[in-house]
Structure formats: structure tokens, C-alpha cells
């Protein structure tokens, strides 16, 4: 039985920190961060297909009395199985549970059962969701922004890939196939399926951070249909294909607006679907976060960026980017923007889609302001907003609530 007052406590100069990694994106750079650092740490990889629940089990055994962390971190609840057995094995150790959502937890957590068999600490990007989360039951719940890490997102290549060249660019999914395997995964009824369409739209014009509550309130006569999506599984599809479906309505207004100007537009397939009665653009296939974007955002004079609305208040990963890599960005204001940056001097937003056409064309034609608010944004990117920066604040609050 593991003895619980050999296990760390927290109070030392440093955590151990076991990261659960399952390659999503942000591991990387929590693992690196931590080694900046002096955070010791160990790397449990899930990503083995084949892993049985008595794999599992033992894995998880091992890292826990081997290592003794003082905490397990993840991200998304990547690696926290749906019927609790992680929950259990934490309980039984001690052990407090870091996670870090940089998604809508709402459409994470719903899957999961057991949620609270485990010491718990929920951070999430995006401030909306700290008094729903904590309405949820859980009691430790912080608002930790997303970031950046200087040391990988910065151009590397020699020579410049001119076929990357473009007055104004847009990187991002056209959640085209991603709304329709939602829909097949939900399955509604051919009513609740046409009405949804017009619940995403309202959504995406709303500012109802959750689709299952708008729905709830604002289309009351769907609501019997709505909870009859048995398991919930197929509820949490559908409330993700509302979600997904307004941000591919939202996207695709957004990117229309920039089409006078001969966008480069770098993702999925889909939008040659959507896009393709129109002329003026220029496709390119998605490219590596790691590898290829560094070095493709500053061959934009701007960078545009139209938000997914699974966030109605919080800003995404390329708003730390961009400037991280010494290039300009054109993004739409969010609430929480204004706890990050400075507007107008660090970064350019556009309130709403119809002053996209005014800004991009003012700032096409002043490469100096450019050059500068990509500057103020890269220096307070460097200042306040690297994973280190996070993970500092991260470790601090395990400290505060369980140290």
C-alpha cells in the first residue's frame, strides 16, 4: 500500500510533474518548458493503440509509486479514461489531477464519469467557462490562457518558400468534414437535424458560450428531441456539430470578406468545397505546426484569423504565434483579449465581419504600422505570455490548492 507521508507535498522548491501525453500539441511545450525550468518530470505516452486495461493499470501503477509525482498533468483530459479507473489509481495515491483544457471542457467532461473520485484542478483558456466548470461540482477550477514557446516558434529556414507569399493569408480548418462526422456520430431526427442548422447559425450570432443551453432557451419546442439523444454521447455530437457548424458559417463569411485581396487560404480540403464557385484565392494544403508555420506566417503582410466558436470570449493559439514569429495579425476582438494585449498598439481586431474589407486594406498599404504592433505583440508575448510564464502560474495554484 502506498505510504502517504512519503509522498512530496508540494512545499519543495520545485514540483515532479508526471505529463500524460497522447501528441497533442501542447505536451511538447509543457515538456520543454519544464526542463527550462529545473521541473523534474517523467512522460507517460498513451498514444499505444493497443493498450489493454491491465497495461493501463500497471503503466499508470509504475509512474505513480516509481516517480511519486506531485501532481499528474494533462491536457484536455487527454489519458483520463471515461469509467474512472484513472480517477481511482489517483485517489488511491494521493495524487492531485492538473488538467488543462484549451478546448470546450464542456464537450470533454460530459463523456466522462466519476469526475470527482479524484483530488482535481481544472484550468481552462478561455475565463467564460470558470463558473460553469464550478458549477459543474468541481472546486478548484482557474482561468490559465493559452501562450507561446519562443524557443520552437521561430522562423529556422534559410531561404524563404516563395510559393508561402501572400498580401493576406488565413491557416484554419473549414470544419466542413468535422460538422458532418458530428452529425453522423449524433444521428438526430430529420427535424432536429434541419432545425439545428438554424440553431447554428443563432448560436454563432450569440453570445451563449454553451450550444446545448442556447438550444435549451432560445428553441424550447427542440428541447423534447434534443433529450432524447441517447447515450449522452450523441448529445454532446450534437451540441459539438451546433458548435462546429457555426464556426464553419462564421469562417466562411469571414474569409469571403478577404477575397478582393488574393488570400492564400492553408487547411483542409473542405474549402475548396465551399469555396469553389469563387475566384481570387489561392489554396495550400494544411502544413506543420512545428516545422512550416514558424517560417509561413511572417511571408504575410497580415495574418488574418476568425476565431472557432466553441469561444465567444477567449482568444486562440495564433494570436500568440503570429507574433512570436515577428509577423502582423488581423484577428477578431474577443472580450478577453484586452487581459493580453493592448489594442491598437499590440494587436489589430475587427469587431465584427464588416470592417474586415477597412483594416486589411489600411494596413496592406502601412507596412511601418505593421512592423511595429508585430514588434509591441512579439515583446509582450516575451514578456508575459511563454509556456514558461504558464507553467509557472500552473504550479503555483497546484501549490496554493494542494501543497
Not at 10 to 38: H, K, V
Not at 131 to 158: C, I, M, Q, W, Y
Amino acid at each position: 500500500m502506498h505510504d502517504s507521508q512519503d509522498r512530496p507535498t508540494l512545499r519543495g522548491a520545485t514540483p515532479r510533474i508526471l505529463l500524460l501525453t497522447s501528441q497533442y500539441f501542447l505536451i511538447g511545450e509543457l515538456e520543454a518548458a519544464c526542463g527550462r525550468m529545473g521541473v523534474d518530470h517523467r512522460v507517460v505516452n498513451l498514444d499505444a493503440r493497443e493498450m489493454n486495461l491491465d497495461d493501463f493499470v500497471n503503466l499508470m501503477t509504475e509512474a505513480l509509486s516509481g516517480f511519486r509525482p506531485d501532481f499528474v498533468l494533462t491536457v484536455n483530459h487527454l489519458g483520463v479514461d471515461h469509467e474512472g479507473v484513472l480517477a481511482s489509481l489517483l485517489n488511491r495515491f494521493e495524487t492531485p489531477l492538473a488538467s488543462w483544457f484549451v478546448d470546450n471542457p464542456h464537450l470533454i467532461l460530459g463523456a466522462h464519469q466519476n469526475l470527482f473520485d479524484a483530488p482535481t484542478a481544472l484550468f481552462t483558456w478561455d475565463a467564460d467557462t470558470v463558473e460553469s466548470l464550478k458549477g459543474l461540482g468541481f472546486a478548484n477550477v482557474f482561468h490559465l490562457p493559452l501562450g507561446a514557446d519562443p524557443t520552437r516558434f521561430t522562423p529556422r529556414r534559410a531561404e524563404p518558400v516563395e510559393a508561402w507569399r501572400a498580401p493576406i493569408s488565413f491557416v484554419g480548418n473549414s470544419m466542413l468534414a468535422k460538422t458532418i462526422k458530428r452529425i453522423e456520430a449524433a444521428n438526430p431526427s430529420p427535424r432536429l437535424l434541419q432545425a439545428g442548422m438554424l440553431v447554428a447559425r443563432a448560436f454563432g450570432e450569440s453570445g451563449e458560450p454553451l450550444a446545448g443551453s442556447f438550444l435549451r432557451r432560445e428553441f424550447p419546442e427542440l428541447t423534447e428531441e434534443y433529450e432524447a439523444l441517447r447515450p449522452r454521447s450523441r448529445q454532446l455530437a450534437f451540441d459539438t456539430f451546433i458548435t462546429w457548424q457555426a464556426t464553419m458559417l462564421y469562417r466562411l463569411d469571414c474569409v469571403r470578406r478577404i477575397l478582393d485581396f488574393n488570400p492564400l487560404i492553408v487547411g483542409d480540403p473542405g474549402w475548396k468545397e465551399l469555396l469553389k464557385d469563387v475566384d481570387g484565392w489561392r489554396y495550400h494544403a494544411e502544413l506543420s505546426y512545428y516545422s512550416d508555420l514558424p517560417d509561413f506566417y511572417p511571408l504575410s503582410d497580415i495574418n488574418f484569423n476568425c476565431t472557432s466558436q466553441q469561444m465567444k470570449g477567449a482568444v486562440n493559439q495564433r494570436v500568440f504565434d503570429v507574433p512570436c514569429a515577428g509577423a502582423f495579425l488581423l484577428t477578431d476582438h474577443r472580450r478577453q483579449v484586452e487581459d493580453l494585449f493592448e489594442p491598437g498598439a499590440e494587436i489589430v481586431c475587427y469587431a465584427h465581419p464588416d470592417e474586415i474589407l477597412g483594416l486589411v486594406d489600411l494596413y496592406l498599404n502601412d507596412p511601418a504600422a505593421r512592423k511595429r504592433i508585430a514588434q509591441a505583440a512579439r515583446k509582450r508575448v516575451l514578456a508575459e505570455h511563454t509556456y514558461d510564464h504558464r507553467m509557472a502560474s500552473l504550479i503555483e495554484s497546484m501549490r496554493a490548492t494542494f501543497g
